[in-house]
């Protein structure tokens, strides 16, 4: 496809359940993004691939989040035992090359309701 | 803490005026881009200034770079209600690995009113 994809696009589950979050990057694009929005804030860094690099997983919230990468494109985002306040809008993101702070292009996002 | 802060956090204007929003970071940076999200969803890129400069355009928009106070400024001219959208800064901070990210700021809501 032309731009970032992300599935599903809204997820409504209940407290304690795990979901996973998926996205399908630009083609040919090497590093990839995840951030976490709550209802009227700024974009929280969650995790960050590059290529064959060890991730960057420094803004992941706890151990109940965790992201993998396949085969350099597809990720999922899992959040096991998910908490009312993991509620966020979750944003991928990928940029073509390594670099610092290339331009990043964002999917439309997945809205994440734990009731 | 956030690396980027803008300010003002709201801001509403009439259609035709011009919009300057402002962004404060912490750490050095190698470059700082700007955003618009509309509706809470994706973000659009708008505009990336290296550390290295001070001024850049891109039709309706100017934006200024200070590393010496650490800021930079967005200005919409001629804003039309089409503008309306959240708008974040977005720095990249210099360090010697490979891995790098963006920090994002937490956003001004602008609101252009016919």
């Known amino acids: 496809g032309a731009g970032v994809s992300q599935s599903p696009s809204n997820k409504v589950t209940e407290k304690g359940k795990d979901v996973e979050l998926r996205c399908d990057p630009i083609?040919?694009?090497?590093?990839l993004y995840w951030y976490r929005q709550s209802l009227g804030q700024g974009l929280e860094f969650l995790i960050y691939?590059?290529?064959?690099?060890?991730?960057?997983k420094s803004g992941l919230p706890s151990d109940r989040f965790s992201a993998e990468r396949t085969g350099g494109s597809v990720s999922t985002l899992t959040i096991q035992r998910t908490q009312q306040e993991d509620s966020a809008v979750y944003l991928c993101?990928?940029?073509?090359?390594?670099?610092?702070?290339?331009?990043?292009?964002f999917g439309e996002g997945s809205w994440l309701t734990v009731v | 803490s956030q690396q980027g802060e803008e300010d003002p956090q709201a801001l509403s204007i009439q259609e035709g005026e011009n919009a300057t929003m402002n962004c404060s970071y912490k750490?050095?940076?190698?470059?700082l881009q700007w955003y618009r999200q509309n509706s809470g969803r994706g973000l659009v890129h708008l505009i990336l200034?290296?550390?290295?400069?001070r001024e850049k355009h891109s039709g309706r928009l100017r934006v200024t770079l200070d590393t010496s106070k650490k800021s930079s400024s967005l200005l919409i001219t001629a804003s039309r209600a089409a503008d309306t959208a959240s708008y974040f800064c977005?720095?990249?901070?210099?360090?010697?690995?490979?891995?790098?990210?963006?920090?994002f700021g937490t956003g001004t809501r602008l609101q252009v009113t016919l």
């Open positions: 993101a990928s940029s073509p090359r390594q670099g610092y702070g290339n331009t990043i292009y």
């Open positions: 083609s040919g694009h090497t590093a």
């Open positions: 691939f590059q290529g064959n690099s060890a991730p960057d």
């Open positions: 750490t050095s940076i190698n470059n």
């Open positions: 200034i290296r550390s290295n400069e």
């Open positions: 977005a720095t990249a901070r210099m360090n010697t690995g490979t891995a790098s990210k963006l920090t």
